[in-house]
């Protein structure tokens, strides 16, 4: 029989040197209570985390003579029914670049007339607002209250030195001019003298000429042709359909029809240029059914010929699908040519 002794001590070794890993180290001159209490404050600065302090966002008042232009901001029910309706930041991004877009161009003086007259036709057109509708208010109102608080900028000072450096070349070139002016002949001072007298005369008759031209020309006006309307169209109508503008309106005329006329036509005269060309940006909208046409127009007697009106209407038509015109819209980001973009691609693939 084979001795089972000399495998005992083995397994004892193996033990031992599982014990050795197993320990370890202890920290050297430290007392047991002092390494707890370190460990206590270690785990004190982990768990308290200081509250951090409020930030306050001060709001600028907006002044009761602006508060009054604009009763909007201070409606605090229809604050209250567009913060109800939940907005998410796709379609913030969205609406806020539709209505740039329809901005784009429009004097700062005039925009907050502007996107107020934009906020009271979606109010106009129904009593009981949608969610979409709500929405359109919602950034109207917040670009209205940005446009309101943009303070005008400061003229910046001219600097005195550039002015006294100016000052300095032009005596310096008169001394000059005094110089060479001794240093001519008789003969020739007379002539120049001539020179100088009908100079003076041509000058008169120039600004007399312009006067004349300026009293026979008046004030420009801003007039719009609109055409292709309903037979039975009527001011409240055409003005609902320009309710952007509305407060920059002058004046609207809409001739008697015809006979044998199947739509009608309209002159409205505008205030400035910003709201002339939103009026333009507005042609081939729809309204009762109809595809009218906002087209420039030129005065009864113009020197404008027939073939220069249509140049620039053409133009300005041009401008309007490149919107480039404020108010106008790219024909690229309207959504009736996309479908058509799409509809063509879809015929491609049948006919091949």
Same mark, same amino acid.
């Given at each position: 029989?084979?001795?089972?002794?000399?495998?005992a001590?083995?397994?004892?070794?193996?033990?031992?040197?599982?014990?050795?890993?197993?320990?370890?180290?202890?920290?050297?001159?430290?007392?047991?209570?002092a390494?707890?209490? *370190?460990?206590?404050?270690?785990?004190?600065?982990?768990?308290?985390?200081?509250?951090?302090?409020?930030?306050?966002?001060?709001?600028?008042?907006?002044?009761?003579?602006?508060?009054?232009?604009?009763?909007?901001?201070?409606?605090?029910?229809?604050?209250?029914?567009?913060?109800?309706?939940?907005?998410?930041?796709?379609?913030?991004?969205?609406?806020?670049?539709?209505?740039?877009?329809?901005?784009?161009?429009?004097?700062?003086?005039?925009?907050?007339?502007?996107?107020?007259?934009?906020?009271?036709?979606?109010?106009?057109?129904?009593?009981?607002?949608?969610e *979409?509708?709500?929405?359109?208010?919602?950034?109207?109102?917040n670009?209205?209250?940005? *446009?309101?608080?943009?303070?005008?900028?400061?003229?910046?000072?001219?600097?005195?030195?550039?002015?006294?450096?100016?000052?300095?070349?032009?005596?310096?070139?008169?001394?000059?001019?005094?110089?060479?002016?001794?240093?001519?002949?008789?003969?020739?001072?007379?002539?120049?003298?001539?020179?100088?007298?009908?100079?003076?005369?041509?000058k008169?008759?120039?600004?007399?000429?312009?006067?004349?031209?300026?009293?026979?020309?008046?004030?420009?006006?801003?007039?719009v042709?609109?055409?292709?309307?309903?037979?039975?169209?009527?001011?409240?109508?055409?003005?609902?359909?320009?309710?952007?503008?509305?407060?920059?309106?002058?004046?609207?005329?809409?001739?008697?029809?015809?006979?044998?006329?199947?739509?009608?036509?309209?002159y409205?005269?505008?205030?400035?240029?910003?709201?002339?060309?939103?009026?333009?940006?507005?042609?081939?909208t729809?309204?009762?059914?109809?595809?009218?046409?906002?087209?420039?127009?030129?005065?009864q007697?113009?020197?404008?010929?027939?073939?220069e009106?249509?140049?620039? *209407?053409?133009?300005?038509?041009?401008?309007?699908?490149?919107?480039?015109?404020?108010?106008?819209?790219?024909?690229?980001?309207?959504?009736?040519?996309?479908?058509?973009?799409?509809?063509?691609?879809?015929?491609?693939?049948?006919?091949?």
């Open positions: 029989m084979a001795k089972t002794v000399a495998e001590p083995v397994v004892k070794t193996i033990a031992k040197k599982n014990k050795l890993k197993n320990k370890k180290p202890k920290p050297k001159n430290l007392k047991a209570g390494a707890s209490e *370190s460990a206590l404050k270690q785990v004190k600065k982990v768990t308290e985390v200081k509250p951090k302090a409020e930030v306050q966002v001060k709001e600028n008042p907006i002044p009761e003579a602006i508060l009054k232009k604009y009763p909007v901001l201070k409606n605090d029910e229809l604050v209250k029914k567009f913060l109800s309706v939940e907005l998410t930041n796709n379609q913030k991004g969205r609406i806020r670049q539709v209505l740039k877009e329809s901005f784009k161009g429009t004097a700062e003086d005039q925009l907050p007339d502007v996107i107020n007259n934009k906020i009271q036709s979606i109010m106009k057109k129904s009593e009981n607002l949608n *979409s509708e709500l929405r359109r208010i919602r950034i109207l109102y670009m209205l209250k940005l *446009s309101v608080h943009k303070e005008k900028p400061v003229p910046k000072a001219k600097n005195a030195s550039k002015n006294k450096i100016r000052k300095e070349r032009k005596r310096k070139a008169k001394e000059a001019q005094e110089k060479e002016g001794n240093n001519e002949s008789p003969k020739e001072k007379k002539t120049n003298n001539v020179d100088d007298k009908e100079k003076v005369k041509n008169k008759n120039d600004q007399e000429k312009s006067n004349d031209n300026q009293k026979v020309k008046g004030p420009k006006r801003y007039v042709f609109i055409g292709n309307l309903a037979q039975d169209i009527d001011k409240e109508r055409l003005m609902k359909h320009f309710s952007d503008i509305s407060d920059f309106v002058v004046d609207v005329r809409i001739p008697k029809l015809a006979e044998g006329k199947k739509s009608a036509i309209a409205l005269e505008l205030k400035n240029e910003s709201s002339y060309e939103i009026a333009l940006s507005k042609h081939h729809m309204l009762d059914n109809r595809r009218i046409n906002v087209l420039y127009s030129t005065q007697n113009s020197k404008i010929t027939k073939t009106a249509k140049g620039k *209407s053409a133009k300005l038509i041009a401008l309007q699908k490149s919107g480039q015109l404020s108010g106008s819209v790219p024909l690229n980001k309207k959504r009736s040519q996309r479908r058509m973009k799409a509809k063509l691609a879809q015929k491609k693939p049948e006919q091949a």
